[in-house]
């Protein structure tokens, strides 16, 4: 005999606002996530919240709703795009604390060939944004660049002390690594048709790596 049943639990109050609350957070990072691709892909002013909203699978009133208007969004995919390399960053130099300075070195340099080849939307998102003087490029360096770029002068210090470093001052190495590291990720189309590599496999990634490597360091 199947014994009976109780009146099944409901729902306490604190459960049916967590519910709301999770989709609308859900929502929020599905619709910032695709911002992200299409301010990289289309730059500011091409990206229409109409475009993001019909690319997230949204309705275009959740973009007002959650964001005050379109510099709003475009403030949030930035902060996306910098806390990811933040984060990634961060616990790679937690995980190399223990090896010398010289090997830190070409760990840096060699990850961060990887990380472009797995977020090729940071350079595009870069260069559409690089191209113009105002106040979206200033808040920019203001609140993320100018933090990140003194990380990237001391590691050349510590190449620099190992006198592993290629000759050069710190802007044009700078300019010189994050092309070189980059681009061919982000122009991967480009690449794929022209000369038939697709950069995004793992033997082309580690190639390039080598490459990269070699072109800023010397044998001591």
């Given at each position: 005999m199947t014994p009976a049943r109780g009146p099944a639990s409901k729902p306490d109050d604190s459960q049916r606002k967590r519910r709301p609350q999770a989709r609308a957070l859900a929502t929020r990072d599905q619709i910032v996530s695709t911002a992200i691709?299409?301010?990289?892909?289309?730059?500011?002013?091409?990206?229409?919240?109409?475009?993001?909203?019909e690319q997230a699978g949204v309705n275009q009133g959740l973009?007002?709703?959650?964001?005050?208007?379109?510099e709003e969004l475009w403030k949030a995919a930035v902060d996306r795009l910098f806390a990811n390399f933040r984060n990634d960053f961060a616990a790679r130099m937690e995980a190399w604390q223990d090896a010398d300075r010289a090997t830190r070195v070409r760990l840096i340099i060699r990850h961060f060939v990887r990380y472009a080849s797995e977020h090729p939307e940071q350079l595009r998102f870069m260069?559409?944004?690089?191209?113009?003087?105002?106040?979206?490029?200033?808040?920019?360096?203001?609140?993320?660049?100018?933090?990140?770029?003194p990380q990237f002068q001391a590691m050349l210090r510590d190449a620099r002390a190992e006198n592993m470093l290629i000759e050069g001052d710190d802007v044009h190495i700078f300019?010189?690594?994050?092309?070189?590291?980059?681009?061919?990720?982000?122009?991967?189309a480009e690449c794929e048709h022209l000369t038939g590599l697709d950069p995004a496999?793992?033997?082309?990634?580690?190639?390039?790596?080598?490459?990269?490597?070699?072109?800023?360091?010397?044998?001591?």
């Open positions: 691709v299409c301010f990289s892909n289309l730059g500011f002013e091409g990206a229409t919240t109409r475009w993001i909203a973009i007002t709703h959650h964001f005050k208007n379109k260069m559409q944004e690089g191209l113009n003087s105002g106040p979206r490029m200033q808040w920019l360096v203001e609140n993320h660049l100018s933090a990140h770029y300019y010189a690594f994050v092309g070189a590291a980059s681009t061919i990720f982000a122009l991967s496999t793992e033997k082309s990634i580690e190639a390039h790596a080598k490459l990269v490597e070699a072109m800023l360091l010397v044998t001591p």
